[in-house]
């Protein structure tokens, strides 16, 4: 085992003695359809798992297991290790920091991924106020897909730059901190527009895939549409 490993299975073993408390709120149930979907948004809108291409996210959502809790049940516990990412079903719940509500989390909302990430404490602790259906994905698997994610945008935003002759002054060091810091990817569907001429400079532009098409002359009308 590497050194790194090592405080990787200690933290997992702490946060599985810290959580077992959820072991008898555990439900045999198996996800439908109609849950899928709104358990898979839910994991989707989250922070950490916008930038999750859909395998990525099916990844998540496969591993999942439910869980029921009645009224005045903890989810989660503050200054407790985590061991589980949690999207509500249904029911409410309630967040409390330093004892006092600050938050009330409902159907869609899924929360849980700050202490798996970062392997710090739970921040606040969470309790049902209703009877409340919720999925969790372990904190093994989640870790795993958010860093595979990481690794593989990482080399995609290496070979962007790599690929552009502007930044061959720069060392191999320089244009990692580019992609870590400085690229940020945008998505635009057939037909919008990207820039016009005129418009102040204020990036760099990279095409990752598809293509761009250059008009001279042309006008861009108030609904973006090119003419002319």
Known sequence: MSKQEKPRLKAAQRSEEEERHLEPHKDARQMDAGTRTVVAGAVASNRFCAKLRQEELDAIVDSMVCFHFEP?????????????????????????????????????????????????????????????????????????????????????????????????????????????????????????????????????LCVKSGALAVWEGATVSAARAVEG
């Not at 810091?181 to 001429?197: I, T």
């Open 72 to 204: 005045g049940s903890a989810i989660i516990r503050a200054d407790e290790s985590g061991s589980y990412f949690f999207v509500i079903q249904d029911g409410v719940l309630e967040v409390l920091v330093d004892g006092a509500v600050s938050n009330t989390l409902l159907a869609g909302s899924s929360f849980g991924g700050i202490a798996l990430l970062y392997n710090c404490p739970r921040t606040a602790t969470v309790l049902a106020t209703s009877p409340s259906t919720l999925w969790a994905v372990h904190c093994e698997v989640f870790r795993r897909v958010i860093h595979e994610w990481c690794s593989k945008r990482c080399a995609e935003n290496r070979r962007l730059l790599d690929s552009v002759s502007l930044l061959d002054g720069l060392t191999l060091a320089q244009k990692d901190r580019i992609g870590e810091l400085a690229l940020m990817e945008q998505e635009l569907q057939a037909g919008d527009v990207v820039v016009e001429k005129g418009d102040p400079v204020s990036s760099i």
